[in-house]
T-cell receptor, first 113, second 110 residues
Framework: KAGVTQTPRYLIKTRGQQVTLSCSPI?????VSWYQQTPGQGLQFLFE???????NKGNFPGRFSGRQFSNSRSEMNVSTLELGDSALYLC????????????FGQGTRLTVV | SQQGEEDPQALSIQEGENATMNCSYK?????LQWYRQNSGRGLVHLIL?????REKHSGRLRVTLDTSKKSSSLLITASRAADTASYFC??????????FGKGITLSVRP
């Protein structure tokens, strides 16, 4: 079975721009969640989608948004990028979200300059 | 806020020795999972232990869970240089959301 695929792997953007990151979950998994990892804050939960519905959201500003498609693929968007948005963005997929293993992709390294 | 807190923050051992890492958390949980991360890459799932389980094994890994103390430990036996990585515990007190600790950096010297 293919693992979780995140694209692109690396991105360099300029302050003020917007960016879209993509995540393809493991086949059959319906829950996709997103995390931001920085050296200072560690791993922080952004949001979780299940069957195209956002079930949970972390404490991030509205510039961070996401969506999930009918095939369970998910995208997250960050608008008006700030230098502090530079981070490793990780996507995880699981069968139903609660009580099941969550498997992570390799992440997208976003650098904002 | 961090739900899981691992200790020690850093651990250095010789190849062949056992490594024990601990994780404490604050609220009631459904499950606890341990992950490994190599050099800022993706998280590799190691093991999940449910709140009604006390101990679980997977290869060289042994995980224990004490819900009364809100703590878990990960034991890696007969460590190898390839085990050098950061290790995280993650809890799922809230549906669909994993809360991570700051992680433990394990160095295994050849």
């Amino acid at each position: 079975k293919a693992g979780v695929t995140q694209t692109p792997r690396y991105l360099i953007k300029t302050r003020g721009q917007q960016v879209t990151l993509s995540c393809s979950p493991i086949s059959g998994h319906r829950s996709v969640s997103w995390y931001q990892q920085t050296p200072g804050q560690g791993l922080q939960f952004l949001f979780e989608y299940f069957s195209e519905t956002q079930r949970n959201k972390g404490n991030f500003p509205g510039r961070f948004s996401g969506r999930q498609f009918s095939n369970s693929r998910s995208e997250m968007n960050v608008s008006t990028l700030e230098l502090g948005d530079s981070a490793l963005y990780l996507c995880a997929s699981s069968l139903v979200g609660a009580g099941t293993e969550a498997f992570f992709g390799q992440g997208t390294r976003l650098t904002v300059v | 806020s961090q739900q899981g807190e691992e200790d020690p923050q850093a651990l250095s051992i010789q190849e062949g020795e056992n490594a024990t890492m601990n994780c404490s958390y604050k609220t009631s949980i459904n499950n606890l999972q341990w992950y490994r991360q190599n050099s800022g890459r993706g998280l590799v799932h190691l093991i999940l232990i449910r709140s009604n389980e006390r101990e679980k094994h997977s290869g060289r890994l042994r995980v224990t869970l004490d819900t009364s103390k809100k703590s878990s430990s990960l034991l890696i036996t007969a460590s190898r240089a390839a085990d050098t990585a950061s290790y995280f515990c993650a809890t799922d007190a809230v549906l669909g959301k994993l809360t991570f600790g700051k992680g433990i950096t394990l160095s295994v010297r050849p």
